[in-house]
T-cell receptor
């Protein structure tokens, strides 16, 4: 069981470039989410999805796009990278039908925008 | 905005001592969860306490929840060097059929051998 897998682990982008952060889970979880973690801070929710075809915005969605075409995958797209998007990005999944459930996190993608 | 505030921001103790971290939050919650993050790694779930529970144990971990004060504490007993990590509380408000975890800023725990 791989759990939640994120790729790439590290990425450097130039301002204005676009890229997609990949996230896949093999636990058949309906709920998936993306967070960003800035130095000395906790995680902030970017976007989330309660199932294939359904996505919604979190606390800090600007500059990011998501889609959910399958249960397993939940990619995060940076449309035009900015230095303010330099951060560590975490993908998480959990059972959405259980109101009291833990979230499983990937190992993170460390993104630097120069 | 951050829901939870954690205290202290950093804690350094000797191996074998107990470590206590506190978390305060602002709104009504469905449950409160604690996670550990080792340097450069993802978050690992430690324990979940429901809003109608007051105390929960898991191995060397003890979590309390006081919904009237909107606060929680995590106690790690008999600390070990391997407990060195950052610890985060996260409140789950479960809105619109979706888990909504809001994290605190974390406590950085250092266990000195």
């Amino acid at each position: 069981n791989a759990g939640v897998t994120q790729t790439p682990k590290f990425q450097v982008l130039k301002t204005g470039q676009s890229m997609t952060l990949q996230c896949a889970q093999d636990m058949n979880h309906e709920y998936m989410s993306w967070y960003r973690q800035d130095p000395g801070m906790g995680l902030r929710l970017i976007h989330y999805s309660v199932g294939a075809g359904i996505t919604d915005q979190g606390e800090v969605p600007n500059g990011y796009n998501v889609s959910r075409s399958t249960t397993e995958d939940f990619p995060l797209r940076l449309l035009s990278a900015a230095p303010s998007q330099t951060s560590v990005y975490f993908c998480a999944s959990s059972y959405s039908t259980d109101m009291n459930t833990e979230a499983f996190f990937g190992q993170g993608t460390r993104l630097t925008v120069v | 905005s951050q829901q939870g505030e954690e205290d202290p921001q950093a804690l350094s103790i000797q191996e074998g001592e107990n470590a206590t971290m506190n978390c305060s939050y602002k709104t009504s919650i469905n449950n409160l969860q604690w996670y550990r993050q080792n340097s450069g790694r993802g978050l690992v779930h430690l324990i979940l306490i429901r809003s109608n529970e007051r105390e929960k144990h898991s191995g060397r971990l003890r979590v309390t929840l006081d919904t009237s004060k909107k606060s929680s504490s995590l106690l790690i007993t008999a600390s070990r060097a391997a407990d060195t990590a950052s610890y985060f509380c996260a409140t789950d408000t479960w809105g619109e059929g979706a888990q909504k975890l809001v994290f605190g800023q974390g406590t950085r725990l250092t266990i000195n051998p």
